[in-house]
């Protein structure tokens, strides 16, 4: 907790980050779909050549240094297919970020729980876990309601998450302030 408390600045930067992030899927919402789509090939292109020569180098002291090598091929062949057509991924980025917002989203909520004796206000943490899970299971009932929708329900969702974290933010940053609150937490 005191380094939660002390680092209350780093919090605040997630939030900022994340409400920066919403307000240009709301402006750009057509191209921030698309870089969502050419950031993930160019992340599977990079992943795949990284783990081939991750395999090229176990070969020396593994005799499972195919496995690396198999992952690296397929991951490069999916980050091309993504490059070379970003619609047919569209689906499949919608099925990833749906997961990764359900999973993030119960660890959030789980932290929140776990804070509830910690600090007050807890709740934005949780709340923000909610608002992902909630989006999540949205986008993985609705995959092909497009990029357009999804990237405007990402942007709303990262603006929410964005204010609760800078709240949670300050409300920290008061928690560290206050005396004898080192000397709680320290113990």
Known sequence: MINLTRNWWLVALRGLLA??????????PGLTWLVLILMFGVYAILDGLFAIASGMFQS???HR?????????????????????PGLAGIALVLVIAVWAVLTGLLEVIAAIRLRREI??????GFGGFLSIMLGLLMLF?????GLVITL?????????????VALSFRLRSFNRRPGSAMKTAR
Do not use: K, T
Request: charged share 5%.
């Open 19 to 28: 409400i920066l992030f919403g307000m240009a899927a709301f402006i750009w």
């Open 60 to 62: 020396r002291y593994s």
């Open 65 to 85: 240094w195919w496995v690396f090598l198999v992952e690296g091929f397929v991951s490069l062949i999916a980050g091309v297919i993504v490059l070379l057509q």
């Open 120 to 125: 007050h206000n807890e709740w934005m943490l």
């Open 142 to 146: 609705q995959p092909a309601a497009g």
């Open 153 to 165: 329900m990402v942007g709303a969702y990262a603006l929410i998450f964005g204010m609760l974290l």
